[in-house]
């Protein structure tokens, strides 16, 4: 496997207890606590706990949109590579997206296609860094000064990776995250909308809890009158009577709210984090360590650069021979170690996509699919799964034939 939940009896025993002793089923108490124990954790005001961290980017493009004021068919910058559900809110909000390629020296989006398209309606940049590796974020910071645009991270690869020793997000109006099993802490689903803007976040809140104009959160829930002290008030414009403010929309809105019994998985988890953020980069390290004697597989493993300190979320090998990649990326598969592609690869060459662009428009990213895939790093591998793969890349060097076009590799 490339990835899975870094758990131990205390993650069960967190959610039998809330499931069978606890005060809520859907979103309560734990989750409230896990709120706050992620935003202290990483430095932020105020944290929105959803059932994913899709959910999250969604109701985060929706909050700025209301928060900022932007207007419908204004864009965000987005890198054309990627997973979908980056692109997906900008579209759903009514926004547009302004796809830029991506460099081959990380795989990050290229920081001078985003000055080139950079027009009257752009309002924001939309960050993901590439399996949590960041790119020259000095240059991006200045680049969103200069043009006067936020910045907006998807950090659902990126928890806890740092650019000058500070979390990427210390550098964002607004991030998402995600607690999906594959990434650093998991709640089984789930996700996360924080902010050192406690009003975006509030905003978000309606979005995700039926467009409810109450912000009453955990046992706020359980007082007569609410967090705000008058839950029975005049709270219609329009109508002159006292009604109930857990009964006001002010949004059209949605369900996306997580089971509180996912809040206390989640406050076990990140107790973790710190122990998970090391063991993967020793892991990242130890899966480069494979490839050293083998420089004919002309292949190179993305690097983090001096300022950065990467969480990583897996290695990626960028080969310079597509057949080269092909075949061990076959190979290991075989031989029940799982790859992953670089997700969707260039977004353009989708079905749901294609109304947006030409996919030959962005060289590289048209590329990457034919010539990068990602091992996992995840804390939950064992020492034994790291000498496993280190076994059949050599074997797989070992089956090589030199052939006219690059290296033909035969099995038995």
């Known amino acids: 496997m490339y990835s899975g939940p870094y758990f131990d009896g205390s993650e069960i025993k967190a959610a039998v207890e809330n499931l069978t002793k606890g005060e809520w089923y859907p979103s309560g108490k734990e989750v409230a606590s896990f709120e706050k124990e992620f935003s202290n954790k990483f430095n932020f005001k105020s944290s929105l706990m959803v059932n994913s961290g899709s959910s999250a980017n969604l109701v985060m ?4 949109k209301k928060y900022y004021g ?7 910058i987005v890198s054309v590579v990627g997973f979908p559900t980056t692109v997906n809110p900008i579209i759903q909000n009514n926004l547009v997206p302004r796809f830029v390629d991506i460099t081959w020296k990380d795989l990050n989006w290229d920081l001078d296609k985003i000055v080139e398209n950079i027009n009257e309606r752009t309002v924001a940049v939309f960050s993901s860094p590439v399996l949590g590796n960041p790119y020259d974020f000095d240059k991006l910071l200045s680049i969103c000064e200069d043009f006067n645009i936020k910045l907006i991270s998807d950090n659902c690869d990126s928890l806890g990776s740092k650019w000058n020793d500070k979390f990427l997000t ?7 995250t995600s607690f999906y099993p594959a990434h650093h802490i998991t709640t089984l689903e789930g996700g996360m909308v924080s902010s050192s803007n406690s009003e975006i976040v509030d905003i978000a809140r309606q979005f995700a809890w039926w467009g409810r104009d109450c912000y009453c959160v955990g046992s706020c829930n359980m007082l007569a009158n609410g967090s705000c002290g008058k839950r029975f008030d005049k709270w219609l414009p329009e109508y002159d009577e006292i009604v109930d403010h857990k009964y006001v929309f002010s949004q059209i809105g949605y369900n996306l ?3 509180d019994l996912q809040g206390a998985i989640g406050r076990v988890q990140l107790k973790k ?3 998970i953020h090391s063991i993967r980069r020793q892991n990242y390290n130890k899966i480069k360590s494979f490839f050293k004697d083998y420089p004919e597989l002309e292949l190179t493993i993305v690097e983090e650069k001096d300022k950065a300190e990467t969480s990583w979320f897996g290695v990626p090998l960028v080969f310079r021979k597509s057949k080269t990649k092909q075949e061990l990326q076959q190979y290991l598969e075989k031989e029940g170690i799982q790859t992953r592609n670089y997700f ?4 353009l060459l989708h079905p749901a996509y294609k109304h947006l662009g030409k996919a030959k428009d962005y060289p590289n990213a048209y590329d ?7 091992l996992g790093t995840a804390p939950c591998l064992k020492e034994e799964d790291f000498k496993y793969v280190q076994q059949k890349v050599c074997e797989f060097y070992a089956n090589q034939s030199l052939s006219a076009d690059g290296y033909s590799f035969q099995f038995e």
Do not use: H, M, Q, T
């Open 70 to 76: 932007w207007k419908d068919d204004d864009e965000i």
């Open 61 to 64: 493009i929706a909050a700025l």
């Open 170 to 176: 210390d550098y964002s109006v607004a991030s998402s």
């Open 273 to 275: 984090f710190d122990k």
């Open 257 to 259: 709210k997580p089971l």
């Open 368 to 374: 990457v699919l034919r010539k990068v895939f990602f």
């Open 344 to 347: 969707a690869g260039n977004l």
